[in-house]
């Protein structure tokens, strides 16, 4: 979002929206959808810790509404109408996916501190879109031509959308992979065995108060990894 904020008005223009007013009005809209995302996205994620799940998803989604801000298709000309929806729409997306992961890093690092896993976090993230910017900007000045022999489907795509989609695709390879157990979600649990966690209730399965003894592998390893603690 950082990146596509700063190159709105270069993207805008590109998709045929050239009034100063209707750009600012796009750019604030971005803005409201990203914290929309947040609110709505965040929260069903606070109550369902599927940082996973929903993370990829937002990956996929980001991944394919960054198509229509940098590609034309000759034949269909500049379609003003679906790239601002597509801009609101990965605002939607692609918004959530800091906050969310910053959460999935305090709840997988428990009982490290919470503000200096999130400050590393926010540090990390900044840093990486700032070097990423004038790579992005060199991307930008690219324009690489799709089917160009083919009439009906010939298009061209800016390199800085297919840089986006790169890292996009590549997040998404590598988040597949993780599998950590939730230890601060785990070490919720009360006495009673009632977890925030609507799976640990099903997998903390008790035959008295406290009594957990059915659990699955990664809950087992999460509650003695926080024994050793």
């Known amino acids: 979002t950082n ?38 996205i965040g929260g069903y994620v606070d109550k369902t810790k599927k940082y996973k799940s929903v993370t990829l998803a937002c990956l996929a989604t980001t991944f394919f509404l960054l198509l229509p801000l940098g ?3 000759h034949a269909l000309g500049q379609e003003p109408i679906l790239l601002v929806a ?4 990965m605002g939607i997306a692609a918004g959530p996916i800091q906050p969310i992961n910053a959460e999935l890093a305090v709840d ?17 993230g900044n840093l990486f879109s700032a070097l990423l910017v004038p790579i992005a900007e060199i991307a930008a000045r690219q324009d690489y031509q799709l089917l160009p022999k083919i009439k009906p489907l010939a298009s061209d ?25 939730l230890r601060r979600t785990t070490a919720d649990c009360g006495d009673d065995g009632s977890c925030e966690l609507p799976e640990l209730n099903a997998e903390l399965a008790t ?23």
């Open 157 to 181: 795509i800016r390199g800085d959308v297919i840089l986006l989609m790169s890292i996009a695709i590549a997040t998404m390879v590598y988040f597949n992979e993780f599998d950590s157990p």
């Open 207 to 229: 035959n008295g108060v406290g009594d957990t003894t059915i659990m699955s592998p990664e809950v087992e390893e999460a509650l003695k990894d926080l024994d050793r603690l």
């Open 86 to 89: 597509s801009l609101l729409g």
């Open 3 to 40: 990146i596509v904020g700063a190159f709105i008005d270069e993207v805008l223009e590109r998709g045929g929206i050239h009034a100063q007013t209707s750009i600012d009005l796009a750019g604030a809209g971005f803005e409201f959808a990203i914290l929309l995302g947040g609110i709505i």
């Open 71 to 73: 590609l034309t298709d």
């Open 108 to 124: 997988v690092s428990y009982p490290s501190d919470e503000t200096a896993v999130e400050s590393i976090q926010q540090i990390g």
